[in-house]
């Protein structure tokens, strides 16, 4: 399997354009996040599928944020319009539960490379 | 009620010495304690993971110890490698899917 597929790779943008992230997650992976990684908030959930479906969207930032699952295999983010605050790495994940020694189930995240957005 | 606290921010330790990252968390919903170790230009990956009915785990040179009564859970990596210069991130869960993650220590092992 070719992992957690995530491009462009990196993304260099003028304010107030259109920025659209795409995402592969893995084959059989049913649940799909999406993450903002900055220096100085870390790791932040911005939203989350299962089964294509939006979970839980409390992450995005604002309205100028929006993400869509239309199908199984395929994921976007786009935000519209940029701005420099919006400039980050962005992570796809996707999940998959695993049984664990003990008896009980893990719940591992398997994130894309990421893509690292320069908003000018 | 949702934050993890994830100390030191950085971490020098000297090859073969042992390297320890802590963590502490405020909701006692948590039920499953990952840590994710990210190398420069990739995306965080599983490193060892633990539940809170066990208070320790070990895989390789890899250790979490978990103290339930204090919500705290830290990473030991013993006998430090250059290899294992990386990001570690500590993250909490529990029943829904989501994680919440700390801020990250970028450990340098020294040779």
């Known amino acids: 399997d070719a992992g957690v597929i995530q491009s462009p790779r990196h993304e260099v943008t003028e304010m107030g354009q259109e920025v659209t992230l795409r995402c592969k997650p893995i084959?059989?992976?049913?649940?799909l996040f999406w993450y903002r990684q900055t220096m100085m908030r870390g790791l932040e959930l911005l939203i989350y599928?299962?089964?294509?479906?939006?979970?839980?969207d409390s992450g995005m930032p604002e309205d100028r944020f929006s993400a869509k699952m239309p199908n199984a295999s395929f994921s976007t983010l786009k935000i519209q319009p940029s701005e420099p605050r919006d400039s980050a790495v962005y992570f796809c994940?996707?999940?998959?539960?695993?049984?664990?020694?003990?008896?009980?189930?893990?719940?591992?995240?398997?994130f894309g490379p990421g893509t690292r957005l320069t908003v000018l | 009620q949702q934050q993890v606290k994830q100390s030191p921010q950085s971490l020098i330790v000297q090859k073969g010495g042992i390297s320890i990252i802590n963590c502490a968390y405020e909701?006692?919903?948590?039920?499953?304690f990952p840590w994710y170790q990210q190398f420069p230009g990739k995306g965080p990956a599983l490193l060892i993971a633990?539940?809170?009915?066990?208070s320790e785990k070990k895989e390789g040179r890899f250790t979490i110890s978990f103290n339930k009564s204090a919500k705290q859970f830290s990473l030991h990596i013993m006998d430090s490698q250059p290899g294992d210069s990386a990001t570690y991130f500590c993250?909490?869960?529990?029943?829904?899917?989501?994680?919440?993650f700390g801020k990250g220590t970028k450990l340098s092992v020294i040779p």
């Open positions: 993250a909490a869960g529990a029943g829904s899917y989501q994680l919440t």
């Open positions: 909701n006692t919903a948590f039920d499953y």
């Open positions: 633990i539940r809170p009915d066990v």
């Open positions: 599928f299962n089964n294509n479906v939006p979970i839980d």
């Open positions: 084959s059989g992976h049913d649940y």
């Open positions: 994940a996707s999940r998959q539960i695993h049984a664990s020694g003990g008896g009980g189930t893990y719940n591992e995240q398997f």
